[in-house]
């Protein structure tokens, strides 16, 4: 099944790196020393390899040798939203420009006070919103529904050298379900709830959907939960563009109480819209598609 494994790309140690040149030599300059990480990653990363070439020439299409160029194109891309991250933690959030599309949506959901559930993806650099909801001055707390397995030391560095305290909460994920109260209480309190809906472990419940035109497996958790807790539910993607600038999407999710499956469905649509503007966004290293 298209699972993950709970390991995402990255190193502390490519980190710390990425850190003293961003201090040394600045974002841009790093993204050249990024060519040889990507570079590294191109000619000994098979298995991701695989499962990202299957992503571009299977399911968008794209020729044998367009497909392979662009393995090292998604490396990179991905490469320099992890450097725009870390340099947004150690302060240098100025240096980036922001775009805001269906902010609207987001200052309604607070209006009404109800709090509300965000689903996001791992295509983008979702992991930066807060730092636009800082932007546009919304007042809220975010809690983000994780697991165990997705905290680590590299979060904990991102976390020490960060200049300015990050707001978000997590809720962990536990078998006794009581995150659920904590989903309740955050609620609650007019706060927002937000999953990432496109990667489930092994063991985890999970629902299938056709994405890009072959099914796929999704984690149910975040579609059941929002389905039934009878308040707003908007998808948010924090897309990277040229020059250092990101451009913010909401879109509000066509959904019925207790349609888990129609949730998917529209989130689905959404994830694929997104992705037909920035195909070397997508970051699911892994046989997604249960197709290797």
């Not at 003293?20 to 790093?30: D, N, P, T």
């Not at 150690?90 to 240096?95: N, Q, S, V, W």
């Not at 975040?222 to 924090?238: E, G, H, M, N, W």
């Amino acid at each position: 099944m298209s699972k993950w494994d709970g390991k995402s790309k990255g190193t502390l140690l490519g980190y710390k790196i990425f850190v003293f040149c961003i201090r040394k030599l600045g974002i841009k300059a790093s993204y050249f020393v990024l060519f040889f990480v990507a570079s590294y990653y191109f000619l000994f990363l098979k298995s991701s390899n695989r499962a990202i070439f299957y992503y571009l020439n299977k399911r968008l299409k794209y020729s044998y040798l367009k497909s392979k160029a662009m393995i090292f194109k998604s490396y990179f891309t991905f490469g320099t939203t992890i450097i725009d991250k870390t340099a947004i933690s150690a302060g240098l959030r100025d240096k980036f420009t922001y775009e805001f599309d269906g902010v609207e949506i987001l200052y309604k959901l607070l209006e009404e006070k109800k709090g509300g559930v965000l689903i996001s993806a791992h295509i983008g650099n979702f992991e930066i919103a807060e730092h636009f909801f800082a932007e546009i001055d919304l007042d809220c707390q975010i809690n983000l529904v994780t697991t165990d397995r997705e905290h680590s030391v590299i979060k904990n560095y991102l976390e020490s050298i960060s200049q300015n305290k990050s707001t978000i909460k997590f809720i962990i994920v536990k078998e006794d379900l009581s995150h659920i109260y904590d989903i309740n209480n955050a609620l609650g309190k007019n706060e927002l709830i937000c999953f990432t809906g496109d990667r489930y472990f092994e063991g985890v419940k999970c629902l299938s959907a056709t994405l890009l035109g072959e099914e796929a497996n999704f984690p149910a958790g975040p579609f059941l939960i929002a389905s039934r807790l009878q308040v707003p539910v908007v998808f948010v993607y924090v897309m990277k563009e040229d020059n250092l600038h990101y451009h913010l999407y909401t879109r509000k999710a066509n959904t019925k109480h207790r349609d888990a499956q129609g949730l998917l469905n529209s989130y689905v649509e959404s994830v694929e819209g997104m992705l037909a503007k920035y195909p070397l966004q997508w970051f699911n290293y892994f046989d997604f598609w249960n197709k290797l």
